[in-house]
C-alpha cells in the first residue's frame, strides 16, 4: 500500500511543517489560542506525523467515533 510520506517530496513537506511547528509551540509552550493547543505526549517511536499532531494538541490516535456526543 502506498502511503504518502514514502515519496520524498511528501517527506520534506512533513519535516518542513514539524520544524515550523515546532518552533511555534517553543515560543508559545502551552499553545496558540485559535491555531495549537497544548501539545500532546507521543511515543518516541511514533511516525513524524504523529509527532506533528501531537506538537499541534491533537491526539495521533483520534478517531471520529471518539467525538462526544451533544
Known sequence: M???????????????????????????PHGSPGLFGPPVPVPNDAPLLDHLLGLTGRHPSWRPDDAPRP
Not at 515519496?7 to 515560543?27: F, K
Open 2 to 28: 502506498w502511503r504518502a510520506f514514502d515519496d520524498p517530496g511528501s517527506l520534506r513537506i512533513l519535516q518542513t511543517s514539524y520544524a515550523w511547528v515546532r518552533s511555534v509551540v517553543e515560543q508559545n
